[in-house]
């Protein structure tokens, strides 16, 4: 899987997506001060629709993260107010994007595959990664004659 199919996967995973799923109809909403405010609309169907025509291929993940971050500043540049459930939403997306954007950047392709990312009790991102470790491997060379065989 692609790196940057990976990244939509992890962003739309969330719940709190669905308030960005799709552009803003300000005309059917009436926030007509809306285009005067946001000069560049973004949402997640727009960079879905732009990755699957492929363009950011070219322009590599860096162009899908900045879209992505553009959707999280407009959504605060329109509210400001912290208080606001759409500017907070924005907030944990934000934050939840930059930490798994992150760990995806760091760790390559390979381990896309392997990542269980989830919040804890904390509120905290983790993502976790089975991997062999050389204790692991000890045990596991320690044991190999009492395992059985598939």
Known sequence: MEFTTCVMKMIMKRQQAIHFAKPVDWKRMSLHDYPRLIK????????SERLARGEYNSAGHAALAADVRLIWSNCKTYTPNPENIYHQQANRM??????????L????????????NFEDKGGRRVAL??????????????????????
């Open 40 to 47: 560049q609309p973004m949402d997640l169907r727009t960079i």
């Open 94 to 103: 934000s934050e939840w994007f930059e930490a798994d954007y992150e760990a």
């Open 105 to 116: 950047r760091k760790a390559g392709e390979e381990v896309t595959q392997q990542l269980y």
């Open 129 to 150: 990664r089975p991997e062999m470790t050389p204790s692991l491997a000890r045990m596991v060379m320690a044991r190999k004659n009492a395992l059985p065989l598939p």
